[in-house]
């Protein structure tokens, strides 16, 4: 068993909100600068920076995680982590179909690029990424189940785009395997008022949208990695956080 240091939820330049030094390099370079272990680029309702991102991810020794935040019809924000890229790839292709149609304005919302593991920019997405989905939650759920991902509520603890915050509570169903936290601070009131969280796996994640706010190496799970593969570290960190994450926590 060893100790992963994390952070689960980051977006590339092609999140219209995040910065546009953002890119595949930029993350993983400073995700390795402060010591991250395992990097997921979750960018809004799409995966396409996806396959640059794992690809300088393992020539920066990380471990990168293919994701998407997606925002189902409800204004919730879902993320969706996959073990293995091309079910990002395929989810991606079918959330497409969901996405509204609103040409983005780059001068008030910022640029969408695709880039390559050089960050050269490959292309743009002219509809606005961000924008509600016509999934609704349940829905959303089971689209993603088919594609194998790990599906949580995205902080939790935030009223834009919280589950709590639109819903006022945490559904039984979906029956989510793990939960998002954003910050410490309410952690243990969310425990105490919602108790249906006890019996989830918790992660805490950056949502960072610029470098600087990239999660500093302190939440962390430990995994098992005999023989070492990154691929078994991958696969070990699906299965934790689909059982009870008690291996974890924080420095
Ligand atoms: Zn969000
Ligand atoms: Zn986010």
Known sequence: ?????????????????ADDDMTPNNICGMAALKGLNIVALTDHN???NCESFLKVAKANGLIGIAGMELTTA??????????????????????????????????????????????NVTGVDENFLPIATSIGLDEAFCLA????????????????N???????????????????????????????????IESKSHVFN?????LWSISEAENFIELNDEPYSSDLVRHELFEALRGKLTKGGNT
């Open 1 to 17: 068993m060893s100790k992963y240091y994390y952070d689960l939820h980051i977006h590339s330049c092609l999140s219209p909100c």
């Open 46 to 48: 799409t995966c396409g």
């Open 74 to 119: 409800e204004d919730i924000h879902m993320v969706c982590l996959f073990e293995f890229l091309q079910q990002a790839k395929d989810f991606s292709l079918a959330v497409q179909p969901y996405r509204g149609i609103f040409p983005n304005k780059v001068e008030i919302f910022g640029q969408q690029m695709l880039m390559d593991e050089n960050d």
């Open 145 to 160: 189940q088919k594609y194998n991902a790990l599906v949580f509520p995205a902080h939790i603890d935030r009223t834009a």
């Open 162 to 196: 919280g589950i709590v915050s639109i819903l006022g509570t945490i559904p039984k169903t979906p029956d989510f395997p793990c939960i998002e936290f954003n910050g410490k601070e309410d952690y243990q009131k969310y425990l105490k008022d919602f108790p249906i």
């Open 206 to 210: 950056s949502d960072a949208h610029n």
